[in-house]
């Protein structure tokens, strides 16, 4: 059954749902995103990923900074849909709003809530060395992330997983995940689950702090940390009085050096439990490069510790 939707997204991650929801024959008639920012050096406002998304499929954008406003409400009630969805938008959607179409608020989270309700459920699950992730369809509520269920889809988590790989593997499942929730919500073959207040967890964002790599931690977190924040913001530590970033790394069984130490000429790094070769890093203003290709310009002899 072909219904009449509004979509509300912002990012590249919730790309891939709008393109479903088109493709399996659904009526868009509206995308609300957030307003275009100004970025780069020259100051430019760019639509975000979702705005260029529906420019190119002829879908009317609206991008408004909150939802709060009657004038909304009224525009929203006008188009008569039979369900919001919405996909890491980044407004809350106020009481009306919710209110608005008859099956409801249907939110793509990128989790199995309620582990990591919240902002940055990805990056999390990755810091917590989570074995499994997955998507779930919620019935929004006016809470954060706490509405029932509808459906939700697992993945296993590679030991290798960055968030970026993470972050297209599950938009994709999200895409999915919508598309199979609006085929049998109106059959009334899908039923909510509440969510378990006991299990929550909260994916607060990350902050300045966490980016920093801590040589006392054990080789274990560090790699978790690492591909939890690559490829952006990026884990760093600090030599010489500057930051650099690392990207990759591999963990090492043994470790006989102190945390911080270089144990070899293949920038091994002793933690405070095991250590980590260093695979991918990046200087300041420069390129990501292989640590090879990095120690050719950049002395890093075995001995030193980093901070």
């Not at 991650?13 to 009526?27: C, E, N, R, T, W």
């Not at 790599?213 to 884990?235: H, K, M, N, T, V």
């Not at 293949?266 to 095991?274: F, Q, R, Y």
């Amino acid at each position: 059954m072909a219904l009449r939707l509004i979509f509300m997204g912002t990012p590249d991650f919730a790309v891939p749902s709008l393109s479903a929801l088109i493709d399996a024959g659904h009526d868009v008639a509206q995308v609300y995103t957030r307003p275009p920012r100004q970025t780069g050096r020259g100051k430019h406002a760019r639509p975000t990923p979702v705005h260029e998304s529906a420019t190119r499929l002829g879908i009317a954008v609206r991008t408004p900074e909150t939802l709060r406003a009657e004038e909304e409400h009224r525009f929203l009630t006008s188009l008569n849909p039979d369900a919001i969805t919405v996909v890491a938008y980044g407004v809350l959607l106020p009481r009306p709003v919710l209110g608005i179409p008859q099956l409801g608020c249907l939110n793509v989270h990128a989790s199995l809530l309620p582990r990591w309700r919240g902002s940055a459920p990805i990056q999390r699950a990755l810091m917590a060395g989570d074995t499994e992730s997955g998507v779930s369809i919620m019935l929004m509520d006016e809470g954060l992330d706490t509405g029932p269920v509808y459906l939700q889809r697992r993945i296993p988590v590679s030991p290798e997983e960055t968030a970026g790989s993470l972050h297209d593997r599950l938009a994709q499942l999200g895409a999915e995940s919508i598309v199979e929730s609006l085929s049998k919500l109106p059959e009334g073959t899908l039923k909510p689950t509440v969510q378990s207040e006991e299990d929550a967890t909260y994916a607060r964002k990350i902050e300045r702090s966490e980016r920093e790599i801590d040589w006392q931690r054990s080789a274990d977190e560090i790699d978790c940390q690492i591909r939890a924040l690559a490829p952006a913001p990026g884990a760093w530590f600090r030599h010489d009085g500057e930051r650099i970033k690392v990207f990759a790394c591999t963990k090492m069984n043994e470790s006989s050096g102190m945390p911080g130490e270089i144990l070899d000429d293949l920038l091994t790094v002793a933690c405070g439990d095991g250590a980590l070769r260093l695979d991918r890093i990046q200087r300041e203003s420069r390129r990501a490069m292989d640590a090879q290709a990095f120690l050719r310009g950049q002395s890093l002899p075995t001995g030193i510790r980093l901070s």
